[in-house]
């Protein structure tokens, strides 16, 4: 493809783009598709001779695009958004267009500064202390896994790094309603999933400081070795926000890591009046949130922050004589920050988002956002027929179809869901709270308004009608 040919195209693409996010709330948000019905339109083998973007294009049109769900939909409430806004995917083609590998300083002088004062403007934006200094990387789980792994080589003195592990029996702590990332890390790092303990929750889903202390108490007693505890602002099934600072105050007392996952609700500390979530957080050791959920970034971009760089770097470091550079003592050079060599110049979608929005842009969003999650759970308050099932401190409401005998709501609230689902108009998904069966809205689409709520909230009571009539 010659430049006039790409410029042609791209413009053509562009169009479609533009086109898509004015029209997003018109597609059936979930595909109306079944397994298999893709591939079977795919070529077994890849074309031997070149073929013409327009086809190719076509392709993207007809085969693509009906097996897609619709992340962009504001009528998709499924799953915490991978959010974006228009300026963020902008940077995205400038991202691709120049192909930057940013493992170093020198290999892109420009990217590994503008990293540096986005993670500032991100510190000071959710009122972190200046005692924090941040790193952008992919995930919030690889960030995690980052942080239990610096844990242990601080607990060691990075001796794990250079002579394997010995004797160590360490522990990790986190409540029940942790996330899924938390066992994966644990493993990843070498501690086996037996050391990870789950604490007990109380009546808001948050974890129990002085069931936590009792168990670090008795692992110590056993001959264990507590290393960190993990503690969560915003659990994925319900937003539940732990104490941070007991749970601060006692892992200085026993000398633990102390990681925060924010990766969701983190972004709603742009608001001065949600700060209170964070109460405590100076005494962490770590800290992440991810502005590809709720800060209208597209995915990928985490950002990770750390009390004292010096541990992540001397856990991660490596320098080969083909990395060396002559300005290494000046910089920071970010492949030491984390797990991988390679890096994505994810900078400069924060640069463009922070400042075509403004940070009152993003907190006026975030506040709207937070005052819709009030009023649904207003509304299933006050509905006879619903109930909620955990607090809403946020915008992610759980409930449930109560008028019915108890051996069916399971089965009920299933099909009322399904039947939801399956018009096209919304999409969202179940948790578990207590062993019950849970309907979970969790909304936060960049162009989401009222009446997209209204109408989900609209839809649901109609169905759950609709539901009830077969089991009359």
Known sequence: MDAESFRKHGHELVDWMADYFTEVENYPVMPQVKPGDILKQLPKSAPQSAEGFDDIFKDFKDIIMPGMTHWESPNFMAYFPANKSKASVLAEMLMSTLGAQCMVWLTSPAAAELEEQMMEWLREMIGLSENFTGVIQDTASTATLSALITARERATKYQINEKGFKNERFVVYASKEIHSSIDKAVKIAGFGIEQLRKI?????????????????????????????????????STTAIDPIAAIGAICEQYNLWHHVDAAYAGTALVLPEMRWMAEGVESADSFVFNPHKWMFTNFDCTAYFVKDPSTLVNTFAIMPDYLKTSVDDEVKNYRDWGIPLGRR??????????????????QEKIRKHIALGKWLAEQVNEHKDFEL???????????????????KLADINKEIMNSVNATGKLFFTQTSINGVFTLRLAFGNTNLEAYHVENAWNLIQEKAVEVMEKYA
Not at 345 to 362: H, N, Q, T, Y
Not at 391 to 404: D, G, H, I, Q
């Open 200 to 236: 007990e929750v109380d009546e808001h889903f948050a974890l129990k400081p002085e069931v936590l202390k009792e168990q670090i108490q008795a692992d110590i007693k056993l001959g264990l070795q507590p290393l960190a505890v993990v503690s969560a602002i915003g659990t994925t």
């Open 389 to 407: 099932l955990a607090p809403v401190p946020l915008n992610t409401v759980c409930f449930r179809y109560k008028s019915a005998s108890a051996k």
């Open 345 to 362: 110049f994810r900078a400069l979608k924060l640069w463009f988002v922070i400042r075509e929005m403004g940070v009152e842009g993003i």
